[in-house]
C-alpha cells in the first residue's frame, strides 16, 4: 500500500509544486487557509488536472504527464471525503450509500449496503435524507458511502470544519478509531494544529503550494526545520540570529541578548525559535539563559494565558515586546501581582534554529 | 355562431412541439455551457441570450434569410419537396427560437447552483458523468429547469412577430391564437378577439401559478421540511 506523488499545477496566487511519498499510514496535511491543501487532494484524486508530474498508486500510474496518462476520478478508487460531507440531499441515506455499487447486482448490492450501515451504526437512519440528520451521523453517512466501494486510499478535506467544538472532540475521536482501521494511506488537511497532531503520525506543512516539512509529528514540532514551518505548527517566538560561537548566538530582535543552546548552531545566520511554553520563571537572573523582563500586554483563553515580554526595558507601548509566553490560567494572578520585572529562562534544551 | 376554434388546436400543437424541442436542445446547452470555461464564454453566452432582446422581427427576418428558398436550410428541405416557409413547421422554428434564450439562461442558472462538491463526489465514488448527470445534475436542479420549462412554454405560446414573418397567418393552418387576435382586431371583430384574449390569459396565468406553486413545494421537500413533517405525523 503505497502513494507517491509529483505533482506541478500554476495556480493563479502561487504554483504548486509537490512532492512526496507514503505508505499505510495516517499523513496530516497542515497549512494555512490557501495554501494549496485542497488543490493537492483534489489533483491525486483525478478532479483537477495538475499541469505536469506523476502520481502512482499501489504502483498503478494514475497520473503522468510525460505518458500522457489521466485516469478519471472513475478510475482511480479514492475515497474523499469532502468538507460539508457532499451527501446526495434528494438520496435517503441507503440510496446514498449504494450509489457507487451500480455494478453489483441488486441482492450484492442490498447486503453490502446493510454491511456497511451496521458498520457504521446508522441502520436506523437508512430511510432518512441528509437534510434531516445531525452533522455527526452525516459524517458517519459520507464514511459509509466512501467506504462502500473499496478505495484503496482515502482523501479527507477538512472534515471538522464545520461542526460545533463539543462535537468535534467526539467525532475526531470516531474518525480515529475509523482510520486506525483502515489499510490504506489516508490523507487528513486540516489547518488545525491540534487536530493533526491528534489524527496522524507523520505531519506534511504546506506553505504556499510547496512542502516546507514532512516529518514525524514530534519531530516536526520540536524541531520544525524552516520559517513558515515553524508558523504553521503555532510557534510564535521567532527571530534572527548571529552566531557567537558554537554554542552561543546573539538575538538582536529580542533586546541583543546573548542565548546559550544545548544544540551546536548549526549556521553562521539564520533563525531561532522557543516555543512559549518553554519559558520559564525564575528567581533571579543569574541562571543561565535569565533576563529580566517587563509585560507588555496580555491575552485571555479559557484554560491558558499569554504574556507578552519585553526583555531588559520597560515597554513603551503594548506592541513593544519581545517574547510570547504561555501560562496555565491558575498561575496568571501571581504572576500579575508581582512588581516588574521578573525573571524568565529560555530553555536552552528548547531552542531550535531554522533556514528562513 | 360559427367561431374558429383552429387557432386554439394550431397554438397548443405548436407550443408543445416547441417547448419539447426547446427542452433538449436549451437543457444541453445550458449544461454544457455552464462547464465551458473557455475564452469564449461570454461571447458565446451573449449569442445564445440574443433572440431574447432582439425584436421578434428581425429574429424572423434571420429565419426567413435561412429557410427561404435560398436559404441553406430551406435548400435542403427543398430535396424532400418541402417548403417550410408559411407552414406550421415554421411557426413551431420561431417559437423554438424565440423561446430558447429562456430555457437556457434560467437551466443554466439551476446547473450553476449544483454543489460541485456532490458532483465531484459521485465521479470518486465510480459513477460515470452520463449517469451522474441524470442521477444527480438534474434531479437538484430540477426545480430551476421546470422553471425554465414552464418560461419557455409561456413564451411560445404568446409568439406572435416571427412567427407571422416565417409562418404568415393562414387560417387552419398557421394562425395560432395571438395572429387570431391580431387579426380579429384590425377586422373590427372585437368580441372574437376577446375570448381568444381570455383564453390566452387564463392558460398563461394558471401555468405560471402551478409552477409557483410546484417549485415552492420542491425547495420544501428539498430542506426536508415536509419530509419531517410527514414523519412526525406518521410517528404520532
Known amino acids: 500500500m503505497s502513494l507517491e506523488v509529483d505533482l506541478r499545477k500554476k495556480l493563479a496566487e502561487f504554483n504548486l509544486d509537490i512532492r512526496f511519498s507514503c505508505g499505510e499510514e495516517i499523513i496530516s496535511i497542515l497549512g494555512a487557509s490557501g495554501a494549496g491543501k485542497s488543490m493537492l487532494l483534489k489533483s491525486i484524486a483525478g478532479l483537477v488536472r495538475p499541469d505536469e508530474g506523476r502520481v502512482v498508486l499501489n504502483g498503478r500510474t494514475i ?16 475515497g474523499f471525503l469532502f468538507q460539508n460531507y457532499a451527501l446526495f440531499p434528494h438520496l435517503t441515506v441507503a440510496q446514498n450509500i449504494a450509489f457507487g455499487l451500480g455494478r453489483l447486482d441488486k441482492e450484492a448490492r442490498r447486503r453490502r449496503v446493510m454491511e456497511m450501515l451496521e458498520k457504521f451504526h446508522i441502520v436506523e437512519l437508512k430511510d432518512r435524507y441528509p437534510p434531516q440528520i445531525s452533522g455527526g451521523q452525516q459524517q458517519r453517512v459520507a464514511l459509509a458511502r466512501t467506504m462502500a466501494v473499496d478505495p484503496e486510499i482515502l482523501l479527507l478535506d477538512e472534515p471538522f470544519s464545520a461542526v460545533d467544538v463539543y462535537l468535534k472532540n467526539q467525532l475526531q475521536k470516531e474518525m480515529f478509531d475509523f482510520l486506525k482501521q483502515f489499510s490504506g494511506p489516508a490523507l487528513f488537511v486540516t489547518h488545525d494544529i491540534d487536530e493533526a497532531y491528534r489524527l496522524s503520525d507523520r505531519i506534511l506543512v504546506l506553505h504556499r503550494g510547496k512542502v516546507e516539512a514532512m516529518e514525524d509529528k514530534a519531530n516536526l514540532f520540536r524541531r520544525p526545520p524552516t520559517l513558515a514551518g515553524a508558523r504553521i505548527t503555532g510557534c510564535r517566538n521567532l527571530a534572527a540570529y548571529t552566531r557567537l560561537n558554537e554554542y552561543e548566538i546573539e538575538v538582536e530582535d529580542w533586546g541583543n541578548i546573548r542565548l546559550h543552546s544545548e544544540q551546536a548552531v548549526p549556521l553562521e545566520r539564520g533563525f531561532v525559535g522557543i516555543r512559549s511554553h518553554h519559558l520559564y520563571q ?69 531552542l531550535f534554529y531554522m533556514n528562513d | 355562431m360559427n367561431f374558429d376554434f383552429s387557432p386554439a388546436l394550431i397554438s397548443i400543437k405548436v407550443t408543445l412541439i416547441a417547448t419539447a424541442v426547446v427542452f433538449c436542445i436549451g437543457l444541453a446547452t445550458a449544461w454544457r455551457m455552464a462547464n465551458y470555461r ?62 430558447f434564450p429562456l430555457m437556457y439562461k434560467t437551466a443554466k442558472a439551476a446547473f450553476e447552483q449544483v454543489d460541485a462538491n456532490i458532483l465531484d ?44 414573418m416565417v409562418a404568415g397567418s ?45 417549485e415552492r413545494y420542491q425547495i420544501a421537500l428539498r430542506q426536508g421540511r415536509l419530509l419531517n413533517k410527514s414523519m412526525k405525523g406518521s410517528k404520532g
Not at chain 2, 435560398?70 to 417559437?95: E, K, M, Q, T
Request: aromatic fraction near 14%.
Open chain 1, 63 to 78: 497520473y503522468d504527464s510525460a505518458a500522457n496518462v489521466f485516469a478519471t476520478p472513475q478510475q482511480r478508487r479514492i
Open chain 1, 282 to 350: 525564575i528567581e533571579t537572573a543569574d541562571q543561565v539563559n535569565g533576563f529580566p523582563v517587563w509585560i507588555a500586554d496580555t491575552s485571555d483563553a479559557p484554560f491558558r494565558m499569554t504574556f507578552y515580554l519585553k526583555i531588559g526595558a520597560p515597554p513603551a507601548s503594548p506592541e513593544d515586546y519581545h517574547l510570547c509566553w504561555e501560562v496555565a490560567r491558575p498561575r496568571r494572578q501571581a504572576i500579575l501581582d508581582r512588581t516588574p520585572p521578573f525573571y524568565v529562562q529560555l530553555d536552552p534544551a528548547a
Open chain 2, 38 to 99: 473557455g475564452r469564449w464564454q461570454g461571447l458565446l453566452d451573449s449569442i445564445l441570450t440574443l433572440p431574447l432582446v432582439l425584436p421578434p422581427t428581425v429574429v424572423g427576418f434571420g429565419l426567413l434569410l435561412l429557410i427561404g428558398k435560398r436559404g441553406p436550410i430551406g435548400c435542403f428541405f427543398r430535396i424532400f419537396d418541402v417548403n417550410i416557409v408559411f407552414s406550421w413547421y415554421a411557426a413551431v422554428l420561431a417559437a423554438t427560437v424565440v423561446s
Open chain 2, 121 to 164: 463526489a459521485a465521479r470518486t465514488l465510480g459513477v460515470s458523468e452520463w449517469e451522474l448527470f441524470w442521477k444527480i445534475t438534474v434531479p437538484l436542479a430540477w426545480p430551476g429547469i421546470a422553471a425554465a420549462t414552464t418560461l419557455s412554454f409561456a413564451r411560445s405560446l404568446g409568439e406572435f412577430g416571427a412567427t407571422l
Open chain 2, 170 to 214: 393562414i387560417p387552419g393552418k398557421t394562425a395560432t391564437i395571438p395572429i387570431a387576435i391580431y387579426f380579429a382586431t384590425s377586422g373590427g371583430d372585437m368580441r372574437s378577439a376577446l375570448i381568444w384574449v381570455i383564453i390566452i390569459f387564463a392558460i398563461s396565468l394558471s401555468v405560471m401559478v402551478a409552477n409557483n406553486y410546484w
